[in-house]
């Protein structure tokens, strides 16, 4: 087995295997999946519009999952604004189709996005012409430095996350603020569900504990500013399209039949849901 794409320890070990994926656990605490080839950005042929298909994307505004992203990301633009007075350059790593992006330039951000799916990129950049960089974040303009950088549910999906994280940290401006959500191998729910749990897919490659992310932030000039549950916000009809797409033998008939019992007016009501995910702030040194 490969050594250990966080601090290249060969002290490795093998915890199990779900559909055909390796997972393997360093003594340091990471893990991640493996083998696989040793690169800092995921492959783009996974983000298909295929991909996408759980989204409805179809449905405009009435999609579920874009009710429940609205609501999820304007919390956590909220809790951003908490540490950042004023507004000022926004750069979304991994954008998507650009919810985040209408969010954070509705409050009078001036955003920027990088998107590796060409199908999503495309999508965002209907919308802000001229502000999406298909590709990664290396394909930026060096000079270019931003005031806050979000990274949400991304890093999970990168093969070397301490380059990853390096990288945003450089795009900075001196003070400025990195938000990331990912799962968090800390939460109760992994502990409960094993490798049963739903985070464990094959796009996912790399999972920390928050005490390990906290540490490797720290190592790249990053200080921890607030760590926390990423409680994002779900409605019914999300979740039952989650769960066709991903599907679990555990969950997902407890989850079908609860659709079926949830009063129509209700499934498209977004709670808050706990997900196995943290959300991090940090703040450049």
């Known amino acids: 087995m490969k050594s250990c794409p966080l601090c290249k320890c060969e002290t490795t070990r093998k915890l199990f295997s779900k559909d055909r994926v390796i ?9 991640y999946t493996g083998p696989h080839e040793h690169s800092d950005q995921p492959s783009n042929s996974i983000y298909t519009r295929e991909y ?28 951003i604004e908490k540490f950042h007075s004023g507004k000022g350059k926004l750069l979304d790593v991994g954008c998507a189709t650009g919810i985040f992006l209408e969010i954070a330039a509705n409050r009078n951000w001036d955003v ?16 802000f012409s001229g502000r999406i960089v298909y590709g990664t974040l290396n394909q930026l303009p060096s000079s270019t430095g931003f005031d ?22 450089g795009r900075l401006v001196p003070g400025g603020i990195l938000a990331l959500s990912t799962v968090d191998m800390s939460s109760l729910s992994r502990r409960l569900f094993g490798k049963t749990w739903w985070q464990y897919k094959p796009e996912h490659c790399s999972y920390f504990s928050r005490a390990l992310l906290s540490q490797l932030l ?54 808050s849901v706990p997900t196995g995910e943290m959300l991090v702030i940090a703040r450049r040194v």
């Open 218 to 271: 720290h190592t790249t000039g990053l200080n921890v500013i607030s760590i926390s549950s990423a409680g994002k916000k779900l409605n019914p009809a999300f979740i039952f399209s989650y769960f066709q797409a991903y599907r679990s033998s555990l969950i997902s008939p407890f989850v079908n039949l609860l659709y079926t019992i949830v009063p129509i007016p209700l499934r498209m009501h977004s709670f």
């Open 112 to 127: 920027y996005g990088v998107e590796i799916s060409e199908f999503a990129s495309s999508e965002a950049a209907k919308k």
């Open 23 to 31: 997972y393997m656990r360093c003594r340091c605490g990471f893990v």
């Open 52 to 79: 996408y298909t759980p989204w409805e994307l179809d449905k405009g505004a009435q999609s579920p999952s874009r009710i429940s992203k609205t609501a999820t990301f304007t919390r956590w633009l909220d809790t």
């Open 148 to 169: 806050v950088i979000t990274c949400f549910d991304v890093i999970e999906h990168i093969n070397d996350p301490r380059s990853f994280i390096c990288t945003m940290a």
